[in-house]
């Protein structure tokens, strides 16, 4: 079954997006153990003192979200990326709260490379996920909703065959059923990069953001049988 694949009309407008994508199909998950609190406490020191006063529009990455935003008709200063939610979390009241591990080893990785990650749990994906433009028939409940709400047309989501949104505005929201939660049983995490230059850079962080979240689920939520890919124009599916 393919778990996560690329719209082609999405490939065709974003042509730099680079996609990690890790399939763990057991794991567990935990209260967040100390070893690991204090990991995730170093991370968030270290990334402050690194972004200092440097506006979050002025890192690459964070700069390309932005501009992908733009691009399907979102204002990204109104509606976030993930990635740029946590750093702006971080940078003006100081600390990142730990939700559950799997959540914060996600969280983790994310402000180091300052790179949207999801993680998602499969009982909330039926058939798999597409990243595609919506018709504004799909659904989607967010976390601690009553009534599901329906995407703008246009805009980019993540959903099943159901047409379940698993994440809203690509990377800005996840749903209340795609959510890593205390009994999540198996995962899939989502690290995406549009950040473009002559370096591939977006490529190279994607790559080791994967490599991260793949050493601590091994080493934390004893993670097993561990498949990862890159997506984009050279491969659309996983």
């Not at 990991?39 to 003192?49: D, F, G, K, M, T």
Request: aromatic fraction near 6%.
């Amino acid at each position: 079954m393919t778990l996560f694949r690329y719209d082609a009309a999405i490939l065709h407008t974003f042509p730099a997006v680079v996609g990690g994508i890790l399939h763990a199909p057991t794991v567990r998950n935990a209260a967040t153990p100390a070893d690991l609190h204090e990991r995730y406490l170093h991370e968030q020191a270290a990334v402050r003192a690194r972004i200092g006063t440097t506006p979050l529009s002025d890192l690459p990455s964070l700069a390309a979200w932005r501009g992908a935003f733009r691009a399907f008709g979102i204002d990204p200063t109104q509606y976030r990326s993930a990635a740029e939610a946590l750093l702006r979390r971080l940078t003006k009241k100081g600390d990142i709260p730990s939700i559950n591990m799997l959540v914060d080893i996600g969280n983790l990785v994310s402000i180091r490379y300052a790179l949207p990650i999801a993680m998602i749990d499969l009982r909330g994906v039926g058939d798999g996920l597409t990243v595609h433009f919506a018709d504004g028939t799909e659904t989607f409940t967010e976390l601690d909703a009553a009534e599901p709400t329906h995407p703008d047309v246009g805009e980019v989501v993540f959903s099943d065959a159901q047409k379940q949104v698993a994440a809203r505005r690509w990377c800005w929201r996840q749903s209340a059923e795609s959510a890593a939660r205390a009994d999540t049983s198996a995962l899939l995490v989502t690290i995406e990069a549009h950040h473009l230059d002559a370096s591939n850079s977006a490529r190279r962080d994607v790559e080791a953001a994967l490599a991260d979240v793949q050493a601590c689920l091994t080493e934390y939520a004893d993670a097993r049988d561990v498949k990862t890919a890159l997506l984009g124009r050279e491969r659309a599916a996983f």
